[in-house]
């Protein structure tokens, strides 16, 4: 027979109606559906009467034997757990839902790890040195997010919390730490500090290009370095001097001597000029 | 002392300016630290007066100021060329101390030294800007003439249109590679020569003549 109680074995032919209120012998609500097995029972059945079919007795079948049934299952739930969840009644029944319900809220879980995953190694499939590869965010977002574990098990709806936190895991893991960069550092340079300011966003599109690093100077510090390359001659230290060529040629007035403070001697050619006639 | 030889300097410049037009032209000799300007200086002085313009030496800046060696004469052909030498100070973008203690100098006096070698950077800048007329650019054949102090001055002598003769000096060395500044500097004539042994000098007053007289 195509249905079977879990509970006490009885056998229902497929399209009966008599187990839709529950098994009439036990009241169970668990009951197997096995094609094969009903197959070889119709057959039996043609070849003759199985007397005891309809009575439940599970030895009836014949040649099923009584643990059969946990290894002809084709539902998708695990032996163990039928097992478990036999116990009839109301009870049961509410069981069953939370556990189907909850065997979705682990696909779904596991469904949004793997496009977490997928995202990550598909998407950038290669990695530049500076940039943190997906276990290594994994790892952060566990350090970082404690309440996140705890908050997915009080989740009632876990489907959604599971989108929502695959959502969430990929932007928030470059939100902190700046991970995600529009452009190159060579474009970044040259640009003003109000885009320093927007690199705290994520672009719309923008995929991480690298991690900014601790040595890498800011844009004041850049300009500062600029201006200064503007001098003449920059006194480094006592004894250690940087020259800048086009300004020394370019200058009116000639340097004549250095002073350590940073002041200079200088003669301008053209007052000799003046004073001399 | 050096600042009162300046000052005395830039006068005699003026002056010599304001009442002798058609003097000989200021040729000044150009290039890195230790290219041999100073030696190539005393080897033109020396064939032509008998005199030499200043102490050469292994160190790096050793010339901290300009020297001019004035109406020197150099005959080709029958002709008479008069130029002036201005020997400068080796142009470089950075000068270190540190680099003068390699040469068992004290630090007070590196740091000196230091101090007038940049000093001497910018009177040469000075000078090319002022009161040069003509350039040999020395360079040592044995070194990478691709650095940003050689392109930065052939840049601006270039822009002054003024006539630039380019000397690959140490052709003595094993490592000299007069092609290698030719193909630097491929709008320029090169000209290869020894400077401290005296080779091909020859070939170097027949150029002299040929683009400053």
């Not at chain 1, 919390?161 to 730490?177: E, I, K, M, N, Y």
């Not at chain 2, 000799?29 to 050469?56: C, F, H, M, Q, V």
Request: charged letters at 30%; one cysteine or more; proline letters at 6%.
């Amino acid at each position: 027979m195509p249905h079977e109680c879990t509970n006490c074995g009885r056998t229902f032919p497929d399209g009966s109606k008599k187990m839709l209120s529950g098994c009439p012998d036990c009241g169970g609500n668990k009951f197997q559906f096995s094609p094969a097995r009903s197959a070889s029972s119709e057959s039996a059945t043609l070849d003759g009467p199985q007397a005891g079919s309809e009575t439940g007795d599970p030895s009836a079948a014949g040649e099923v034997p009584p643990g059969g049934a946990s290894t002809e299952r084709v539902d998708g739930s695990s032996a163990s757990r039928r097992d478990d969840g036999v116990t009839g009644g109301p009870e049961g029944s509410d069981r069953d839902d939370s556990e189907s319900s909850e065997s979705v809220r682990e696909w779904v879980s596991r469904k949004a790890d793997q496009n977490d995953h997928r995202v990550d190694t598909s998407d950038f499939a290669e990695w530049p040195d500076s940039a943190r590869r997906p276990e290594d965010r994994a790892s952060a977002d566990g350090d970082s997010d404690p309440d996140r574990s705890t908050t997915r098990a009080k989740m009632v709806d876990d489907e959604n919390s599971a989108q929502a936190d695959a959502r969430t895991s990929v932007v928030s893991d470059g939100l902190p730490t700046g991970t995600v960069e529009g452009t190159t550092d060579a474009a970044r340079t040259d640009d003003d500090p109000a885009s320093a300011d927007e690199d705290d966003y994520p672009p719309e599109h923008g995929r991480v290009v690298s991690e900014p690093t601790g040595d890498r100077p800011s844009i004041d510090e850049l300009r500062a370095e600029l201006n200064e390359q503007f001098e003449s001659i920059k006194i480094v230290r006592p004894g250690e001097y940087e020259l800048n060529l086009m300004e020394l040629y370019n200058r009116e007035e000639y340097i004549i001597s250095l002073q350590e403070d940073g002041r200079y001697v200088i003669d301008v050619p053209d007052s000799w000029r003046e004073s001399d006639n | 002392m050096g600042l009162l030889t300046s000052i005395r300097t830039s006068i005699t410049d003026v002056t010599d300016r304001l009442f002798s037009d058609g003097e000989p032209k200021r040729i000044g000799i150009y290039g890195p630290p230790n290219a041999g300007k100073t030696t190539l200086s005393n080897r033109i002085a020396r064939d032509w007066t008998g005199d030499a313009i200043g102490p050469e030496s292994h160190i790096p800046h050793e010339t901290r100021r300009a020297r001019r060696k004035e109406n020197v004469e150099i005959k080709r052909n029958g002709n008479t060329v008069t130029i002036d030498i201005v020997d400068t100070p080796g142009v470089t973008t950075k000068v270190d101390y540190q680099e003068f203690l390699e040469f068992d100098i004290e630090e007070e006096d590196a740091i000196r030294r230091s101090r007038e070698a940049t000093e001497g950077v910018a009177e040469a800048m000075h000078w090319l800007r002022e009161d040069i007329d003509g350039v040999i650019y020395v360079l040592d054949s044995a070194e990478d003439p691709f650095t940003q102090v050689n392109t930065m001055l052939i840049g601006i002598i270039e822009s002054r249109d003024i006539p630039v003769l380019i000397f690959a000096n140490k052709i003595d060395l094993e490592d000299s590679s007069v092609q290698r500044i030719s193909n630097a500097f491929p709008q320029h004539e090169t000209v290869p020569l020894s400077a401290l042994e005296g080779k091909n000098m020859d070939e170097v007053y027949d150029k002299i003549a040929e683009y400053f007289g």
